[in-house]
């Protein structure tokens, strides 16, 4: 999956990000304080309320468009303000009919250029076809997720990694032997490594490096030639490094 354009709005935190297009590769730069984060946590809260429901993108409108395989979505979505609702990992919502919770006022779908999915509060159309009521604190890429048309997009958005650092994750990183041989062997298809979202970059990292070097030097070539000023990236044993002189340190 790829993005290829991206808006968002976010009434909770007074946050817009105009519309601005990706390439196949992209890579974030900036200092602190620019918004970097702030744009991948905009699309983590499109994926999760793609997924999931509502209440994690409270105040929140959005306009994305993915190239899925051979197809290309577009996926437009308004969901309501609620002061009360706090959009936080830790907030857990009640199971009744409050008034106040998020729901979606707003969901369109086109696939390539057809629209799939027409949505407000008061109807739902599905291919032309108007559906009876449906959760509205749900998008209609949940409850659609077992129609040929929208499987793939959902299944590409249950895709998307959002990793935040954690110290642990801060280099020097040091993984023994042992698992780093069981990954290796676990892995040896490219397909398999691709579609293990839980597996942290890192660890894939080695594993790409150890069993799928021609793909590894191409995203280490387009990394070093982003940051001229990095000398190498790569990862290695502490006892291999140790037995090379004059090589600068990396992991």
Known sequence: MTI????????WHNWE??????GDFNLLVGISGVGKSLILSAIDTVRSAGIK?????NGCSWNITLQ??????????EVSFSPQINP???????KGTDTNQP?????????DSRVVVDRNENSFEYHGTRLPALKLTESAITLLYNEETIRPLHTAL????YNKLTPFLHFPVQIDYATISTLNEQYHDISRLETAISLPSILKG???QSNFLDRFTIIRTIFLDIFPSVIDIGYTSIRNREQVSNQPPFE
Do not use: C
């Not at 429901?53 to 993108?57: L, R, S, T």
């Not at 249950?158 to 990694?161: D, G, K, T, V």
């Open 158 to 161: 249950s895709r998307l990694i």
């Open 68 to 77: 899925v395989g051979e197809k290309l979505y577009t996926w437009e979505a």
């Open 17 to 22: 990000l105009e519309h601005f297009e990706l």
């Open 88 to 94: 936080s990992p830790n907030f857990t919502p009640s």
């Open 4 to 11: 290829l354009s991206f808006e968002f709005k976010d009434r």
């Open 206 to 208: 080695i594993i790409l």
């Open 103 to 111: 729901i979606f006022i707003k969901e369109r779908i086109v696939d």
């Open 53 to 57: 429901d509502a209440f994690q993108a």
